[in-house]
Antibody, heavy 121, light 113 residues
Framework: QVQLQESGPGLVKPSQTLSLTCTVS??????????WSWIRQPPGKGLEWIGY???????YYNPSLKSRVTISVDTSKNQFSLKLSSVTAADTAVYYC?????????????WGQGTTVTVSS | QSVLTQPPSVSGAPGQRVTISCTGS?????????VHWYQQLPGTAPKLLIY???NRPSGVPDRFSGSKSGTSASLAITGLQAEDEADYYC?????????????FGGGTKLTVL
C-alpha cells in the first residue's frame, strides 16, 4: 500500500527557510488521482493545513501562510517538497505530509509519520 | 482560534457512548461541504476515521459513526474501549474571498475513565 515519509532538517534558525521532502512509495504521484498536502501541528496544539500540490504542479495554499510557502513536486523521484521562509519560533511543529483524492474530497487517507522541526538559534 | 469548534475534552467509562461535536458556519459545514474525522493516538500521525460525514474507511469499527446537520457535525463512539483514548479532529472546507481552505477543528481529547 501507499506510504509517505517526511525528511529534512530537525533544526532551523529563525529567519531562515524550512525545507522538507515527502517521499511516496507504493504508488505514483503522477497517477493524477490525489492532492498531496502538508499539515503541521505545533507542540500540544491542533492541526493546521499548509497547502497541497497536484502532480501537474498546480498548488493551493492556506491563505494565512501563502506569502511564505512554496510546495513543489518532483515526479521523477516520486517526491513533493515544502519550503517555508522567514521562520520564527511559531513555526516549530511536527510536519506531516498526506494525500487526498482529488476526484472526491474524501479526507486525507494516508499520512506520513511526521517529522519534528524546531526553530531556534 | 479554529474555524471549526470542538469541545476541548470529553470522557466516558468503558462500554458507554460519547459524542464529539464540531460546529462550523455558513461558509464551511453549512455551505454543504463534507466533514471528516481523524483519530490521533498519542505520539502518532492522525488516522482518517470518518469521511464524507458518515462513511467509515475499511478497518474502522462500526462503533464509530458520524453525522452532519446544518452547520454542525458529530462523531459518536459506542461501546467505549480503553484503546479509544486519543485526540479527535474534525476537518472540512471553508469558502472565502481568497478561495477554498482546508480547515480543522481544535481537537477533542477523549479520556476513557
Amino acid at each position: 500500500q501507499v506510504q509517505l515519509q517526511e525528511s529534512g532538517p530537525g533544526l532551523v534558525k529563525p529567519s531562515q527557510t524550512l525545507s522538507l521532502t515527502c517521499t511516496v512509495s507504493g504508488g505514483s504521484i503522477s497517477s493524477g488521482d490525489y492532492y498531496w498536502s502538508w499539515i503541521r501541528q505545533p507542540p500540544g496544539k491542533g492541526l493546521e493545513w499548509i497547502g497541497y500540490i497536484y502532480y501537474s504542479g498546480s498548488t493551493y495554499y492556506n491563505p494565512s501562510l501563502k506569502s511564505r510557502v512554496t510546495i513543489s513536486v518532483d515526479t521523477s523521484k516520486n517526491q513533493f517538497s515544502l519550503k517555508l521562509s522567514s521562520v520564527t519560533a511559531a513555526d516549530t511543529a511536527v510536519y506531516y505530509c498526506a494525500r487526498e483524492s482529488n476526484l472526491a474530497l474524501d479526507g486525507m487517507d494516508v499520512w506520513g509519520q511526521g517529522t519534528t522541526v524546531t526553530v531556534s538559534s | 482560534q479554529s474555524v471549526l469548534t470542538q469541545p476541548p475534552s470529553v470522557s466516558g467509562a468503558p462500554g458507554q457512548r460519547v459524542t464529539i461535536s464540531c460546529t462550523g458556519s455558513s461558509s464551511n459545514i453549512g455551505a454543504g461541504y463534507d466533514v471528516h474525522w481523524y483519530q490521533q493516538l498519542p505520539g502518532t500521525a492522525p488516522k482518517l476515521l470518518i469521511y464524507g460525514n458518515s462513511n467509515r474507511p475499511s478497518g474502522v469499527p462500526d462503533r464509530f459513526s458520524g453525522s452532519k446537520s446544518g452547520t454542525s457535525a458529530s462523531l459518536a463512539i459506542t461501546g467505549l474501549q480503553a484503546e479509544d483514548e486519543a485526540d479527535y479532529y474534525c476537518q472540512s472546507y471553508d469558502s472565502s474571498l481568497s478561495g477554498l481552505n482546508w480547515v480543522f477543528g481544535g481537537g477533542t481529547k477523549l479520556t476513557v475513565l
